[in-house]
């Protein structure tokens, strides 16, 4: 997967089409605040970034297939505009899935320049000013904030140029993603809700599975603003009033992802990146409730808190696998308006890289500067692998200046917003390579003691993670690679012959399918095993029999996947590993050698008592059916399906495997 990514230089590269460049681009639309989905498209366009389709691929499964495709190719990943969906609106999708089209979404040639600009304008404000004439220096400052708030408009805004006489979602090109989700889902909704006691509005992103014209559940987790909404609605006694926008800027896309501190309006950040304000209008059947002026498709309703609850789900998730379906609230539709030139925008998400990979790196190199200024000042710089899906894996670069540092840091990171859900963080000194990877673990090993070096904690966990033997309350692990100071332990060589072949081992212990010694002449002492495991316990004893044999000495981790787990790709093996780990309950030392058990568990072997969800992958039919179809889709040489990688790896083909 590492070489399907885009570079990950900040310079963007040059636009063919056209004969137009980026640079080009920016000149002429300085502020980059788009009029609307519809500009932003046409500036994609006109950057070589974009594909229209005309021919009909089907809304249900296939336009999913094309766009998994097209994400994961390193020379076709383009954003597409299909015009053909079998209803009145085109889609979009894909838009924002490459480091240069988030950087065009976003109006910047490079994405670090925010948080630069973020930390110039923290040092305006803070900085001393006792004379008369140093105050009157913030007003132009105070100006320019002022001008990035958001302002409610009297009368209706061109999200309200249509005004359908009978609400009805069927009509919107809704897609079903993966063969086993629960039905079609609305993936990229910019959700608006109101605080009734404060007024404070929320924009949120949560995916909206479709039951009906009019009814959809509404999947905001416990920890989320908008659940605690509903709570304080549900105690009030009173409906929620709740606003769905689609489209328009796609900054208000990002800004409803984007990690604020709660009670800070994600539509200031958005006037911040677009440097124009946003306007808003009020909604028509839910006037509490105001939405951009400039939206492409603006779905209004409300949620009963008293009502009962809806079964929502499976559906294929951003961590690859199915998050398996769950009672949520249920939001009925009162009201339906768009533009008269509106498109429907989508996203899919699964096995990374997908588009939110992307979404994920803005937001890595915007709120570095926030996280620096505020909390961890020693931060130098962060790197989240899209094999992470996030909140697995986050490795943090740190100027160290006294011993015990890392340690501080792994405390404040882990308490610090959505920081708190981080499973395993890895700490580097200020001159590591974050960004390649090798280099990275050969330094970061090179200076770790597994037996010291490593720390274990419990606490929150994103919902989604199956891992946990509790729904959101699991393990974590920090790894320590900074340099060690005389006063810390740690920074232990093992020495040892290297090891050149697996095959006596295999034969040795027949449950291990597969052995990776690739990384050894590399200088990076950790090996990948893929085990059927046959009995309880498997995993510890295997590791503590293969560490007490004189040839594995020089090596300080093994990382034990499933059978099912192909481990000569190590990007994919890591991407399986961190998401079946529970750091604190699966890890095993055997002397100063670390085993992470990254195997399915079960109740049987495992005690495990929670279901166990599938790999995410296209079923057969769709595959076949996009296969037939590609070459009236104007997208290049044949892009073969990713999911027949991954059809191997999977337990059959249901949602959840049977325990």
């Not at 080009?24 to 605040?33: G, Q, T, Y």
């Not at 533009?339 to 570095?368: C, H, L, M, N």
Request: net charge negative; aromatic share 8%; with cysteine.
């Amino acid at each position: 997967m590492l070489g399907n990514l885009a570079p990950s230089g900040n310079a963007l590269p040059k636009a063919v089409r056209h004969g137009r460049s980026f640079s080009l681009i920016f000149e002429e639309n300085p502020e980059m605040a788009y009029r609307d989905l519809n500009h932003f498209i046409q500036t994609l366009e006109q950057a070589g970034e974009l594909v229209r389709i005309s021919s009909y691929v089907d809304p249900r499964l296939e336009i999913a297939e094309v766009a998994d495709r097209v994400s994961k190719s390193s020379r076709q990943n383009k954003a597409l505009l299909f015009e053909n969906t079998g209803t009145p609106f085109p889609l979009l999708i894909n838009s924002l899935g490459s480091r240069a089209r988030m950087g065009i979404a976003l109006g910047v040639r490079d994405l670090d320049g925010i948080a630069r600009e973020i930390e110039g304008l923290f040092a305006q404000v803070t900085a001393p000013r006792d004379r008369v004439l140093d105050k009157l220096s913030m007003l132009p400052l105070l100006a320019r904030f002022a001008s990035w708030m958001p302002k409610v408009i009297a009368g209706r805004g061109k999200c309200q140029e249509v005004v359908m006489a009978a609400p009805d979602l069927g009509l919107f090109p809704v897609m079903t993603c993966w063969p086993r989700d629960g039905g079609p889902f609305i993936t990229l909704p910019v959700i608006h809700t109101r605080d009734p006691v404060t007024g404070i509005r929320n924009v949120g992103m949560y995916r909206m599975q479709v039951f009906s014209g009019t009814l959809t559940g509404m999947h905001w987790h416990r920890h989320k603003v908008s659940a605690r909404h509903f709570e304080a609605y549900r105690d009030a006694g009173r409906r929620m009033p709740v606003a769905v926008s689609l489209g328009g800027d796609p900054v208000y896309t990002y800004a409803a992802t984007a990690p604020l501190p709660e009670n800070v309006d994600e539509y200031m950040l958005a006037g911040f990146l677009r440097k124009k304000k946003v306007e808003l209008v009020r909604c028509l059947s839910q006037p509490e409730i105001e939405v951009p002026a400039d939206a492409d498709i603006v779905i209004e309703g409300y949620v009963d808190p008293l009502e009962e609850l809806i079964l929502e789900g499976p559906f294929g998730d951003h961590t690859g696998y199915y998050s398996l379906a769950d009672w949520y609230p249920r939001f009925h539709v009162t009201a339906i308006t768009h533009r008269k030139d509106a498109v429907y925008p989508s996203t899919i998400v699964g096995i990374p890289p997908q588009e939110d990979a992307w979404i994920g790196k803005a937001t890595e190199r915007i709120f570095i500067a926030p996280i620096r200024m505020t909390l961890v000042p020693e931060l130098t710089d962060m790197e989240m692998p899209v094999e992470g899906v996030f909140h697995n894996l986050l490795i943090a670069q740190i100027r160290k200046t006294y011993p015990g540092q890392a340690q501080k840091v792994m405390n404040v990171m882990w308490g610090a917003g959505q920081m708190m859900f981080n499973k395993i963080l890895v700490l580097a000194g200020q001159d590591a390579p974050i960004r390649d990877y090798a280099a990275l673990a050969r330094e970061v090993l090179s200076r770790v003691d597994p037996l010291v070096d490593i720390y274990f904690s419990q606490g929150p966990m994103d919902v989604l993670d199956h891992s946990c033997s509790r729904l959101g309350f699991g393990g974590k692990m920090c790894v320590d690679g900074t340099p060690k100071s005389a006063q810390e332990p740690g920074q232990r060589a093992l020495e040892g012959p290297l090891l050149l072949d697996g095959a006596p081992l295999m034969a040795e212990f027949p449950e291990i399918t597969g052995i990776n010694l690739s990384l050894l002449p590399l200088e990076i002492p950790c090996i990948l095993v893929s085990v059927r495991k046959t009995r309880a316990g498997q995993i510890g004893m295997l590791h503590r029999a293969l560490f007490r044999k004189p040839e594995l000495q020089g090596i300080k981790v093994a990382l034990y996947g499933e059978h099912t787990v192909d481990v000569s790709d190590i990007p994919g093996s890591l991407w399986r590993i961190c998401n079946n780990l529970d750091p604190q309950r699966d890890h095993h030392l055997e002397g100063h050698h670390l085993g992470l058990d990254g195997t399915r568990k079960t109740r049987e072997l495992d005690g495990f008592t929670r279901e166990w969800p599938n790999i995410i992958a296209s079923d057969l039919p769709t595959i076949q059916a996009v296969d037939a179809k590609w070459e009236s889709l104007g997208l290049g040489p044949l892009i073969p399906s990713p999911s027949l990688h991954y059809r191997t790896q999977q337990y059959g083909e249901a949602a959840e495997v049977p325990q």
